[in-house]
Protein backbone atom coordinates (compact mmCIF):
# COMPACT_ATOMS: atom_id res chain seq x y z
CA UNK A 1 0.00 0.00 0.00
CA UNK A 2 1.38 3.33 -0.90
CA UNK A 3 1.20 6.53 1.48
CA UNK A 4 -1.21 7.93 -0.23
CA UNK A 5 -3.69 5.00 -0.04
CA UNK A 6 -2.76 4.42 3.07
CA UNK A 7 -3.84 7.88 4.01
CA UNK A 8 -7.12 7.01 1.93
CA UNK A 9 -7.89 4.02 4.12
CA UNK A 10 -7.63 5.83 7.64
CA UNK A 11 -9.93 8.37 5.88
CA UNK A 12 -12.36 6.36 5.55
CA UNK A 13 -15.48 6.66 7.87
CA UNK A 14 -18.44 4.14 8.74
CA UNK A 15 -21.55 5.41 8.37
CA UNK A 16 -25.42 4.18 7.78
CA UNK A 17 -26.32 6.67 5.39
CA UNK A 18 -27.48 5.53 1.41
CA UNK A 19 -28.97 2.69 0.30
CA UNK A 20 -28.66 -0.81 1.71
CA UNK A 21 -29.79 -4.35 0.50
CA UNK A 22 -32.85 -5.39 1.35
CA UNK A 23 -31.94 -7.94 3.85
CA UNK A 24 -29.96 -5.41 6.03
CA UNK A 25 -31.97 -2.29 5.26
CA UNK A 26 -33.24 -1.57 8.43
CA UNK A 27 -31.28 -0.53 11.04
CA UNK A 28 -32.48 -2.39 14.26
CA UNK A 29 -32.83 -0.55 17.52
CA UNK A 30 -32.69 -1.64 21.06
CA UNK A 31 -32.84 -0.06 24.42
CA UNK A 32 -32.62 -0.90 27.92
CA UNK A 33 -35.19 -0.61 30.40
CA UNK A 34 -36.33 -1.25 34.37
CA UNK A 35 -39.51 -2.43 35.96
CA UNK A 36 -40.19 -0.23 38.98
CA UNK A 37 -39.10 -4.05 40.60
CA UNK A 38 -35.64 -2.97 39.57
CA UNK A 39 -36.28 -5.82 36.73
CA UNK A 40 -34.22 -4.82 33.52
CA UNK A 41 -35.96 -5.78 30.46
CA UNK A 42 -35.00 -5.00 26.75
CA UNK A 43 -37.27 -3.15 24.05
CA UNK A 44 -36.21 -4.17 20.49
CA UNK A 45 -37.73 -2.97 17.01
CA UNK A 46 -36.80 -4.06 13.56
CA UNK A 47 -36.72 -7.52 14.41
CA UNK A 48 -36.50 -9.58 10.78
CA UNK A 49 -39.17 -12.00 10.08
CA UNK A 50 -39.15 -12.46 6.31
CA UNK A 51 -40.17 -15.10 3.64
CA UNK A 52 -38.42 -16.50 0.70
CA UNK A 53 -38.81 -18.00 -2.15
CA UNK A 54 -37.54 -21.36 -3.42
CA UNK A 55 -34.63 -19.60 -5.41
CA UNK A 56 -33.82 -17.64 -2.54
CA UNK A 57 -35.82 -14.24 -3.53
CA UNK A 58 -37.56 -12.45 -0.80
CA UNK A 59 -41.58 -13.37 -0.78
CA UNK A 60 -42.20 -11.54 2.32
CA UNK A 61 -41.06 -8.78 4.44
CA UNK A 62 -41.85 -7.92 7.81
CA UNK A 63 -40.48 -6.70 10.99
CA UNK A 64 -41.84 -6.98 14.29
CA UNK A 65 -40.87 -5.50 17.37
CA UNK A 66 -40.87 -7.11 21.42
CA UNK A 67 -39.92 -6.73 24.96
CA UNK A 68 -37.43 -8.98 26.01
CA UNK A 69 -36.49 -9.67 29.69
CA UNK A 70 -33.21 -11.04 30.47
CA UNK A 71 -34.29 -13.39 33.45
CA UNK A 72 -36.30 -15.67 31.07
CA UNK A 73 -33.75 -16.92 29.02
CA UNK A 74 -34.04 -20.74 28.96
CA UNK A 75 -30.31 -21.68 26.82
CA UNK A 76 -28.35 -19.93 24.39
CA UNK A 77 -27.65 -21.75 21.07
CA UNK A 78 -24.39 -21.38 18.53
CA UNK A 79 -25.52 -21.45 15.10
CA UNK A 80 -22.76 -22.23 12.11
CA UNK A 81 -24.22 -22.08 8.75
CA UNK A 82 -21.41 -23.39 6.23
CA UNK A 83 -21.94 -22.20 3.14
CA UNK A 84 -18.60 -23.28 1.62
CA UNK A 85 -15.57 -25.62 2.75
CA UNK A 86 -13.59 -25.99 4.15
CA UNK A 87 -14.78 -23.68 7.46
CA UNK A 88 -16.27 -20.86 5.87
CA UNK A 89 -19.54 -20.32 7.90
CA UNK A 90 -21.39 -18.25 9.48
CA UNK A 91 -21.85 -17.79 13.32
CA UNK A 92 -25.12 -16.71 15.19
CA UNK A 93 -26.61 -16.59 18.45
CA UNK A 94 -30.01 -17.89 19.15
CA UNK A 95 -31.70 -16.77 22.76
CA UNK A 96 -34.49 -19.31 23.68
CA UNK A 97 -36.92 -17.86 25.36
CA UNK A 98 -40.93 -19.28 26.29
CA UNK A 99 -42.64 -17.24 23.82
CA UNK A 100 -39.79 -18.00 20.78
CA UNK A 101 -36.28 -18.18 19.37
CA UNK A 102 -34.59 -14.74 19.18
CA UNK A 103 -31.52 -14.70 16.60
CA UNK A 104 -28.37 -12.11 16.62
CA UNK A 105 -26.59 -12.68 13.60
CA UNK A 106 -23.54 -10.03 13.38
CA UNK A 107 -22.39 -9.13 9.71
CA UNK A 108 -20.92 -6.79 7.10
CA UNK A 109 -23.52 -4.48 6.14
CA UNK A 110 -23.40 -4.62 2.36
CA UNK A 111 -24.64 -2.15 -0.71
CA UNK A 112 -26.68 -3.22 -2.88
CA UNK A 113 -24.50 -3.27 -5.91
CA UNK A 114 -21.65 -4.79 -3.17
CA UNK A 115 -20.85 -8.98 -2.12
CA UNK A 116 -18.94 -10.08 1.00
CA UNK A 117 -15.64 -10.58 0.29
CA UNK A 118 -13.08 -11.28 3.07
CA UNK A 119 -9.95 -8.89 1.69
CA UNK A 120 -11.97 -6.09 1.65
CA UNK A 121 -13.54 -6.93 4.60
CA UNK A 122 -9.81 -6.07 5.96
CA UNK A 123 -9.66 -2.41 4.37
CA UNK A 124 -12.58 -0.43 5.85
CA UNK A 125 -15.52 -1.22 3.19
CA UNK A 126 -18.23 -2.99 5.43
CA UNK A 127 -19.75 -1.09 7.97
CA UNK A 128 -20.79 -3.33 10.83
CA UNK A 129 -24.58 -4.48 12.39
CA UNK A 130 -26.31 -6.52 14.38
CA UNK A 131 -29.20 -8.20 12.71
CA UNK A 132 -31.83 -9.58 14.99
CA UNK A 133 -34.84 -11.93 13.54
CA UNK A 134 -36.74 -14.94 14.39
CA UNK A 135 -35.34 -18.35 13.56
CA UNK A 136 -38.27 -18.32 10.57
CA UNK A 137 -36.33 -16.03 8.76
CA UNK A 138 -32.70 -16.13 9.72
CA UNK A 139 -32.19 -19.68 9.86
CA UNK A 140 -35.10 -20.55 7.43
CA UNK A 141 -33.16 -18.24 5.23
CA UNK A 142 -30.14 -20.30 5.06
CA UNK A 143 -31.54 -24.03 5.47
CA UNK A 144 -34.31 -23.50 2.80
CA UNK A 145 -33.72 -20.35 0.40
CA UNK A 146 -29.67 -20.94 -0.09
CA UNK A 147 -29.28 -24.59 0.84
CA UNK A 148 -26.58 -24.51 3.88
CA UNK A 149 -26.06 -26.84 6.58
CA UNK A 150 -26.41 -25.39 9.09
CA UNK A 151 -25.51 -26.91 13.07
CA UNK A 152 -26.66 -25.56 16.44
CA UNK A 153 -25.40 -26.48 19.68
CA UNK A 154 -26.49 -26.04 23.07
CA UNK A 155 -24.05 -23.51 24.81
CA UNK A 156 -23.25 -24.44 28.38
CA UNK A 157 -23.66 -20.98 30.38
CA UNK A 158 -24.90 -19.96 33.41
CA UNK A 159 -27.86 -18.03 33.84
CA UNK A 160 -26.24 -15.14 34.76
CA UNK A 161 -23.90 -15.17 31.34
CA UNK A 162 -27.13 -16.10 29.28
CA UNK A 163 -28.46 -12.93 30.43
CA UNK A 164 -25.32 -10.82 30.36
CA UNK A 165 -24.73 -11.96 27.22
CA UNK A 166 -28.20 -11.19 25.64
CA UNK A 167 -28.06 -7.36 27.56
CA UNK A 168 -24.44 -6.79 26.00
CA UNK A 169 -25.98 -7.71 22.87
CA UNK A 170 -28.38 -5.10 22.88
CA UNK A 171 -26.09 -2.13 24.38
CA UNK A 172 -24.45 -3.29 21.37
CA UNK A 173 -26.83 -2.69 18.90
CA UNK A 174 -27.59 0.38 20.87
CA UNK A 175 -24.05 2.25 20.45
CA UNK A 176 -23.71 0.67 16.73
CA UNK A 177 -27.09 2.42 15.93
CA UNK A 178 -25.45 6.10 17.01
CA UNK A 179 -21.62 5.21 16.39
CA UNK A 180 -21.10 3.85 13.38
CA UNK A 181 -18.01 1.00 13.28
CA UNK A 182 -16.22 -1.12 10.78
CA UNK A 183 -16.50 -4.87 9.96
CA UNK A 184 -13.30 -6.60 10.35
CA UNK A 185 -12.67 -9.65 8.77
CA UNK A 186 -9.56 -10.76 11.34
CA UNK A 187 -10.55 -8.62 14.27
CA UNK A 188 -14.14 -8.12 14.85
CA UNK A 189 -16.24 -10.89 12.48
CA UNK A 190 -19.29 -13.04 12.94
CA UNK A 191 -16.96 -15.01 15.17
CA UNK A 192 -15.20 -12.91 16.78
CA UNK A 193 -17.89 -10.28 18.07
CA UNK A 194 -19.65 -13.41 19.82
CA UNK A 195 -16.17 -14.53 21.53
CA UNK A 196 -15.03 -11.00 23.21
CA UNK A 197 -17.62 -11.29 25.49
CA UNK A 198 -15.63 -14.09 27.31
CA UNK A 199 -13.98 -12.61 30.19
CA UNK A 200 -10.60 -14.31 29.18
CA UNK A 201 -10.59 -13.30 25.29
CA UNK A 202 -7.92 -11.31 24.37
CA UNK A 203 -8.49 -10.09 19.99
CA UNK A 204 -4.74 -10.63 19.08
CA UNK A 205 -5.36 -15.00 20.34
CA UNK A 206 -7.54 -15.10 17.19
CA UNK A 207 -4.89 -13.97 15.06
CA UNK A 208 -3.12 -17.47 15.57
CA UNK A 209 -5.93 -19.97 15.74
CA UNK A 210 -7.10 -20.87 12.43
CA UNK A 211 -10.66 -21.90 14.23
CA UNK A 212 -11.79 -18.23 14.92
CA UNK A 213 -9.97 -17.15 11.40
CA UNK A 214 -12.72 -19.59 10.22
CA UNK A 215 -15.66 -20.00 11.82
CA UNK A 216 -17.08 -23.12 10.63
CA UNK A 217 -14.26 -24.61 12.82
CA UNK A 218 -15.00 -23.00 15.83
CA UNK A 219 -16.99 -25.28 17.22
CA UNK A 220 -14.10 -27.56 18.69
CA UNK A 221 -12.65 -24.01 20.16
CA UNK A 222 -15.93 -23.75 21.53
CA UNK A 223 -16.00 -27.65 22.96
CA UNK A 224 -12.37 -26.94 24.48
CA UNK A 225 -13.19 -23.93 26.59
CA UNK A 226 -16.37 -25.70 27.60
CA UNK A 227 -18.85 -22.88 26.34
CA UNK A 228 -20.51 -26.08 24.09
CA UNK A 229 -22.91 -28.94 26.11
CA UNK A 230 -21.79 -32.44 25.42
CA UNK A 231 -19.93 -34.69 26.64
CA UNK A 232 -19.11 -37.01 23.16
CA UNK A 233 -16.78 -36.41 20.79
CA UNK A 234 -16.51 -33.38 18.53
CA UNK A 235 -17.82 -35.42 15.45
CA UNK A 236 -20.87 -36.95 17.11
CA UNK A 237 -21.78 -33.60 18.66
CA UNK A 238 -21.64 -32.08 14.89
CA UNK A 239 -24.27 -35.11 14.02
CA UNK A 240 -26.20 -34.36 16.83
CA UNK A 241 -26.16 -30.43 16.04
CA UNK A 242 -27.30 -30.63 12.47
CA UNK A 243 -30.34 -29.31 10.96
CA UNK A 244 -32.71 -31.53 9.02
CA UNK A 245 -35.14 -29.43 8.47
CA UNK A 246 -35.45 -29.05 4.57
CA UNK A 247 -38.98 -30.61 3.90
CA UNK A 248 -40.49 -28.40 7.19
CA UNK A 249 -41.84 -25.05 6.34
CA UNK A 250 -39.58 -22.59 8.33
CA UNK A 251 -43.11 -21.01 9.28
CA UNK A 252 -44.26 -23.86 11.05
CA UNK A 253 -44.56 -23.44 14.95
CA UNK A 254 -42.81 -26.91 14.92
CA UNK A 255 -39.83 -25.73 13.17
CA UNK A 256 -37.44 -24.51 16.03
CA UNK A 257 -38.47 -28.01 17.77
CA UNK A 258 -37.45 -29.80 15.06
CA UNK A 259 -33.87 -27.66 14.14
CA UNK A 260 -32.98 -29.43 17.64
CA UNK A 261 -34.23 -33.04 16.98
CA UNK A 262 -30.96 -34.61 16.96
CA UNK A 263 -30.54 -33.35 20.73
CA UNK A 264 -33.31 -34.77 21.49
CA UNK A 265 -33.01 -38.70 20.75
Known amino acids: MTFGGFLYWRALVPTHEGDWQLLQERLPEASLHQTEDADVYIKLRGIRDFRYGEDGSIA ?3 YLENVYYPQDVNR ?5 SHFAEPGMAHAFL ?6 GNLVVSIEARLRPDQSYNPLLGLVRQYPRMLVWGTEADI ?3 RTHARGERVLLYPL ?8 GL ?8 ANLAQTPEFYNTLTDNCATGLLKFEPNYRWYTSL ?14 LLERGWIDGEEPLEVLRQKAEARVVALDPASDYFSVALRRGWQD
Open 156 to 163: KLTPEQAQ
Open 76 to 80: VWLGL
Open 166 to 173: LVALAMET
Open 139 to 141: IGL
Open 94 to 99: SFEFPQ
Open 208 to 221: IDYRVLLPGYIDGL
Open 60 to 62: ETR
